[in-house]
């Protein structure tokens, strides 16, 4: 196709993770540009998303586009093989709900429970742990939100199925356990067992490592 | 069709007139319920939208959807009539960053501009005024953001389009002027002269007392 496909985005946000798994999926080629969140924003970055300045953006034949669930939509509509989406409108209304929920409320308030000052974490835990079970629901005993495939709200949700388990262990928080919310506990296990999510995403102990270094940073501003 | 359509609502919510203004603009008939948001949510519309107990809920033949931004690309993939949104991916894709923008960026940050407490406000003032800039430029000379028809951004943005020039004027908070931004004042007039708006909005006087009891509301809870 001569496509020229390009993601700028950043190793631990799972925001860019979405981008280059639907792209993954989809199997089309990109090329990657590791963006430094943490220092100064790339002048490239700050060309293509001059609105938000932050990862990810894709450039598809040099057009760009921002916004992680924007551009999920993007790639499903313009690469139509392993389709992210359900046919149907008023299935593809709830996928859309369950992605929109997860930026919304879900990811905001986890990020909440494990990073706010220590007074606020235990009332941000309660509401993580509602949104946790409203997941529960949306996976209604079904392999992947989905269906048998992997499709947009799994991959909307690749916090809580790959990033979520690793951070609440070195932050010493349970949100997520197979006690609590076995269904959504047996997903996570599934979503990392699937070899493109295995083969792509970073190594526990990175993450480990990156987190460690954040919540202490956090912590210490904190006090 | 024999469709049943009915709108859980709330007369003053920006978000539920999105989704009557879909209805309007497609021609589809649908059903009012009104719902106080203020006092205690009625059980179908706590039954419809079970994970954000809010308004609005579209019920289509007894399936609810939530999120207004959702049930505008339902009602879009529906009823084909009046397509809300360009065919193109990439002109949908900036559609959709336009439209999540309203919510994510330009509505709270010009709430805040207008009822937070006072020493919040003039820097949220300033941030508000660099969200009117980009739907400025975003309207890039058009009459309206889906060009020469209403579509799915000026939709979303009915409370700039609609709101925002009456609460500001009770708030004595001057945001959105001709001087500052031409063009989108100009989208303004253009939107509320449209005569599906004219006919089916509120009178300028009923929004103009329910935002100032709710201004003095907040400000009291301030002081």
């Known amino acids: 196709m001569g496509d020229e496909v390009k993601v700028f985005g950043f190793w631990g946000s799972p925001f860019s993770r979405r981008v280059e798994l639907a792209l993954l999926f989809k199997g089309i080629p990109y090329e990657y540009i590791e963006e430094d969140v943490l220092g100064s924003k790339g002048p490239l970055l700050l060309q293509y ?3 938000h ?6 450039l598809h034949n040099g057009k760009p586009i921002a916004e992680s669930l924007v551009i999920l939509e993007y790639i499903n509509e313009t690469w139509k093989s392993n389709p992210l989406l359900p046919e149907d409108p008023y299935d593809k209304a709830k996928a859309r ?10 990811m905001p308030v986890i990020q909440k429970a494990i990073l706010a000052p220590e007074k606020e974490r235990e009332q941000a835990a309660e509401e993580a ?5 409203a997941l529960e629901s949306a996976l209604n005993g079904k392999r ?3 269906g048998d495939a992997i499709g947009m709200v799994d991959i909307a949700a690749n916090f809580v199925g790959f990033w979520l388990r690793i ?21 996570t296990d599934e979503f990392v067992s699937c070899s493109i999510v295995r083969e792509n995403f970073p190594h526990k102990d990175k ?11 956090m912590r210490e501003a904190q006090n």
Chains 1, 2 share one sequence.
């Open 207 to 217: 993450v480990s490592v990156a987190f460690k270094a954040r919540i202490d940073r």
């Open 49 to 51: 998303n001059p609105v």
């Open 167 to 187: 951070i609440q262990e070195v932050a010493g928080v349970e949100l997520l356990s197979a006690e609590k919310f076995p269904d959504l506990f047996k997903w």
């Open 144 to 146: 992947f939100f989905g």
């Open 53 to 58: 300045k932050k990862v990810p953006v894709l």
């Open 97 to 106: 709900f369950w992605a929109k929920f997860m930026d919304d409320k879900c």
């Open 129 to 133: 742990c509602e949104c946790l079970k």
